[in-house]
């Protein structure tokens, strides 16, 4: 069985003793969901160990889309911008005393892990000389401004450039930020 992603790194293959009924289930939604039962064994041991340490290990959270939404909407327009510095702040020191350094790859990775974490659609466009990242409103308008300042103000922390920022989409926020090759 292959263990992880392989995009990053190359997999490491060990065996795994399951029951057979167990075997059975596996292989029947690994068809269902058009994979092998290997990569869906790999993805279900991945998601797994994910959850355990960001979510149990760290003391993270999770809330429900809806719950999200109501706290999210009643949040005055007019607060977003210092919402987010603060939570810039909060953010860069968790991820600094998770990683001890806090280099472009290693926010964007949080950044996206968290997110895919919790469900929710942020992505990142690699472009020639920067990266775009878009946030769909899945959740809120104001989650989606917040989400986009939060990061654009972690970037501009560790003195990343950003090169440009949009707030005013009917679906989704964006913000553009120039790829660097140094440790801040």
Same mark, same amino acid.
């Given at each position: 069985?292959?263990?992880?992603?392989?995009?990053?790194?190359?997999?490491?293959?060990?065996? *795994?003793?399951?029951?057979?009924?167990?075997?059975?289930?596996?292989?029947?939604?690994?068809?269902? *969901?058009?994979?092998?039962?290997?990569? *869906?064994?790999?993805?279900?041991?991945?998601?797994?160990?994910?959850?355990?340490?960001?979510?149990?290990?760290?003391?993270?959270?999770?809330?429900?889309?809806?719950?999200?939404?109501?706290?999210?909407?009643?949040?005055?327009?007019?607060?977003?911008?210092?919402?987010?510095?603060?939570?810039?702040? #909060?953010?860069?020191?968790?991820?600094?005393?998770?990683?001890?350094?806090?280099?472009?790859?290693?926010?964007?990775? #949080?950044?996206?892990?968290?997110?895919?974490?919790?469900?929710?659609?942020?992505?990142?466009?690699?472009?020639?000389?920067?990266?775009?990242?878009?946030?769909?409103?899945?959740?809120?308008?104001?989650?989606?401004?917040?989400?986009?300042?939060?990061?654009?103000?972690?970037?501009?922390?560790?003195?990343?450039?950003?090169?440009?920022?949009?707030?005013?989409?009917?679906?989704?926020?964006? *913000?553009?930020?120039?790829?660097?090759?140094?440790?801040?």
């Amino acid at each position: 069985m292959v263990v992880g992603d392989n995009t990053a790194t190359a997999a490491v293959q060990f065996n *795994l003793r399951i029951k057979p009924d167990t075997l059975e289930i596996l292989q029947h939604v690994a068809k269902g *969901l058009n994979l092998t039962p290997s990569s *869906l064994g790999a993805k279900i041991i991945t998601d797994y160990l994910e959850f355990y340490y960001y979510k149990i290990q760290r003391g993270d959270i999770i809330l429900s889309p809806s719950i999200l939404k109501a706290v999210f909407k009643a949040i005055d327009p007019k607060k977003i911008d210092q919402i987010s510095h603060i939570t810039a702040k #909060h953010i860069l020191s968790e991820i600094k005393s998770q990683e001890g350094k806090t280099t472009y790859d290693v926010l964007v990775g #949080h950044f996206l892990k968290w997110n895919h974490g919790n469900h929710i659609v942020f992505n990142k466009i690699s472009q020639k000389d920067s990266d775009l990242f878009v946030s769909k409103h899945s959740i809120c308008r104001n989650w989606s401004e917040i989400q986009c300042k939060t990061y654009a103000s972690v970037f501009e922390m560790v003195g990343q450039t950003i090169v440009s920022k949009d707030y005013d989409s009917d679906d989704s926020y964006s *913000l553009e930020v120039a790829k660097p090759d140094q440790i801040v």
